[in-house]
């Protein structure tokens, strides 16, 4: 059993501690940033790391209830439903966000004392029985072989008489059937999917949606992208429900938006953080009616009353049983926008897929004003899209990205408010075989 300790950087000596501890012990752990590799995207590595795990230590204090990276970290663990211990080593009140994950998991209170032993002990309790339900189940298998064996003697006997009376037969036909094997094969070796390749996933607006593989983990998931914008569609709606409603008697004064606070910003023009996104709702979807967190994206919540998309059948309802059994779910999601780092990662150093990108016919006449195919014109057919990385001095605004010429500061991305109508882009991970 590997566990994975979870823990803010300001508890960062005593998780060493207890990694410690737990390796002299002869067990394995994972712990950021030691078994972190170097050149990888930090936040994906975090993720195989808790893959590869089986139990997740909680180094439960203050510094972690503030902190959104270890709270990530526990939702991920209880998405695949790791064993969790809850190691607290304060009085700080528990969040609600973290009492949700939490609160059903085995706790040690080392709040007035340590009680690293008692830590040890358990994760040491856990490890055994692993080990003895693996040795059980060996045990049960090998009973089971050794049922059959007198009954394996008496059918053994008789496949000899067959197999005796058909060796002519059986002769003539091998060497087509091996050929046939050795052709299977390389087909099988041949559709293996690599880097570069296109694929066929899904149909939206009647057409079938192409994505490129850009890059495949050592895990053998294939991270693909939408070679074009699949649809024009504003990221997340106002918490007010009224496009620029900051109150009953005042509008958002778009050019001072620093006047407004966060809590302003989202109730007037909507909320940058992807979890809660109107747009991550519809893409992972497969229900006609979609279930939105906070307000759904109606008409009213746009400038023009453009592009409401509350009663739209979800993304995911076009695509095959087959497709979303490939699809490889990560961080509780099917689909999602790319962010600023995988665009640097997976797009810019590869010759495969561009930051720009072209709105698909369809996408252009789903946009009922006609204002996106002005601004694609401006841009030689190219059209600005979201990604899911926040701007981190305005709580209503996204990354977006459009082309090298788009701006003269920063050739490939720009701050854009999320009640815009901006491309949708979709990425997934999916199984290469």
């Not at 909680?58 to 972690?64: G, M, N, P």
């Not at 059980?136 to 005796?164: A, F, N, P, Y």
Request: charged share 25%; proline share 4%.
């Amino acid at each position: 059993m590997k566990t994975f300790i979870s823990h803010s950087t300001k508890d960062a000596d005593l998780a060493q501690n207890i990694c410690n501890a737990f390796e002299e012990k002869g067990m394995k752990c994972f712990i950021a940033p030691r078994d972190i590799n170097a050149g990888c995207v930090y936040s994906e590595e975090i993720m195989r790391g808790i893959d590869l795990c089986d139990a997740m230590v909680l180094i439960a204090s203050k510094s972690s209830f503030e902190s959104q990276h270890v709270l990530r970290e526990l939702e991920r663990a209880v998405d695949r439903r790791m064993k969790i211990i809850v190691y607290k080593i304060d009085e700080s009140p528990i969040p609600k966000s973290f009492e949700y994950f939490i609160m059903l998991n085995q706790w040690i209170d080392a709040s007035a004392s340590p009680k690293l032993q008692e830590l040890i002990n358990v994760v040491c309790l856990d490890n055994k029985e692993t080990k003895n339900a693996q040795t059980d189940t060996k045990e049960v298998r090998q009973e089971k072989k050794v049922s059959h064996t007198s009954k394996g003697v008496l059918l053994i006997c008789i496949l000899i008489i067959v197999i005796l009376i058909g060796t002519i037969i059986y002769l003539l036909i091998v060497r087509d059937n091996a050929a046939q094997q050795v052709e299977q094969n390389s087909v099988s070796a041949d559709a293996l999917i690599q880097v570069g390749d296109q694929i066929t996933m899904g149909i939206y607006n009647g057409v079938p949606i192409t994505w490129t593989v850009l890059f495949i983990s050592d895990m053998g998931y294939g991270y693909a992208l939408a070679d074009q914008i699949v649809t024009i569609k504003p990221y997340d709606s106002p918490e007010s429900g009224v496009y620029n409603q900051i109150s009953k008697d005042e509008e958002f004064d778009a050019q001072h938006p620093e006047n407004y606070t966060s809590e302003q910003l989202r109730y007037a023009k909507g909320n940058n953080e992807w979890g809660s996104s109107n747009i991550r709702s519809w893409l992972n979807s497969e229900e006609v009616a979609v279930s939105y967190i906070g307000t759904p994206p109606s008409v009213g919540c746009f400038y023009d009353d453009r592009i409401g998309y509350n009663r739209e059948p979800g993304f995911l309802t076009s695509f095959s049983e087959e497709e979303l059994q490939r699809i490889v779910e990560t961080n509780g999601e099917y689909v999602f926008l790319p962010s600023q780092e995988e665009i640097a990662l997976y797009v810019e150093n590869n010759d495969y897929a561009f930051a720009e990108a072209m709105p698909t016919p369809e996408a252009f006449e789903q946009e009922i004003t006609g204002e996106a195919k002005g601004v694609a014109e401006t841009y030689d057919g190219y059209y600005p899209w979201f990604t899911r990385s926040v701007d981190a001095t305005n709580a209503a605004m996204v990354v977006t990205v459009i082309g090298n010429d788009f701006t003269v500061d920063n050739p490939f991305s720009y701050s854009d408010y999320v009640t815009s109508p901006r491309g949708i882009r979709p990425a997934m991970w999916i199984s290469i075989e």
